[in-house]
């Protein structure tokens, strides 16, 4: 099993800033199966970003995805008052589904 | 629009058994993969189970494997979740998924989710 290690665990911004989340994961990942969720409170997840970095239908360009291996990263690059969430990224490979713990961007 | 409504949660002792539904609709329920994913209260997300469009191919957590049975009726658009012998950790709330791509693949993410049933488990 791929094990996934998100950090931080907690993140604290003002609106505006910058949020670089991480993701790492236990063995190589093959970028095609790397995914990104946010959760707000008492809502389902929601898909942000599948295959890395390809942004899914309606989500904004202040959200993007980067990386290869074993290391991700989820970049927004400017804070809405609605992008205080949980995020979790997720791998969907041949290997088994596996989720990270999620991180959590609080308002400052 | 695609709609995943789930139904059947409650309270189940330990050692009982309960079974989720999740109704689909808006999409062809039999071209896509689909799974359960379950929520701790206060934790994060674990994947439970995932099933194929056909549901010739079934797959399963190894924490929920021999006690858990998925499966999916076509003809009812309906994807169910039977709990067998629940335990205390199995407490969560329980969210159907649909896998993205209509390949009925589970190399997928999940582009749509319910909104979730909570399941209890407690004497």
């Known amino acids: 099993e791929i094990v996934l290690t998100q950090s931080p665990g907690s993140l604290s911004l003002s609106p505006g800033e910058r949020a670089t989340l991480s993701c790492r994961a236990s063995?190589?990942?093959?970028?095609?199966?790397l995914a990104w969720y946010q959760q707000r409170p008492d809502q389902a997840p929601r898909l942000l970003i599948s295959a890395t970095s390809s942004r899914a239908t309606d989500i904004p360009d202040r959200f993007s995805g980067s990386g290869s291996g074993t290391d991700f990263t989820l970049t927004i690059s400017r804070l809405e008052p609605e992008d205080f969430a949980v995020y979790y990224c997720q791998q969907y490979g041949p290997a088994g589904l596996t989720f990270g713990g999620g991180t959590k961007v609080e308002i400052k | 629009e695609v709609q995943l409504l789930e139904s059947g949660g409650g309270l189940v002792q330990p050692g009982g058994s309960l079974r989720l539904s999740c109704a689909a609709s808006g999409f062809t329920f039999s071209s896509y993969a689909m799974s359960w994913v379950r929520q701790a209260p206060g934790k994060g997300l674990e994947w439970v189970s995932a099933?194929?469009?056909?549901?010739?191919?079934?797959y399963y957590a190894d924490s929920v494997r021999g006690r858990f049975t998925i499966s999916r009726d076509n003809s009812k658009n309906t994807l169910s979740l039977q709990m067998n012998s629940p335990r205390a950790e199995d407490t969560a709330v329980y969210y159907c998924?649909?896998?993205?791509?209509?390949?009925?693949?589970?190399?997928?993410?999940?582009?749509?989710w319910g909104q979730g049933t909570l399941v209890t488990v407690s004497s």
């Open positions: 063995q190589s990942v093959n970028s095609i199966y």
């Open positions: 099933i194929s469009g056909s549901g010739g191919s079934t």
């Open positions: 998924a649909k896998f993205q791509a209509a390949v009925g693949s589970t190399l997928e993410p999940f582009d749509y």
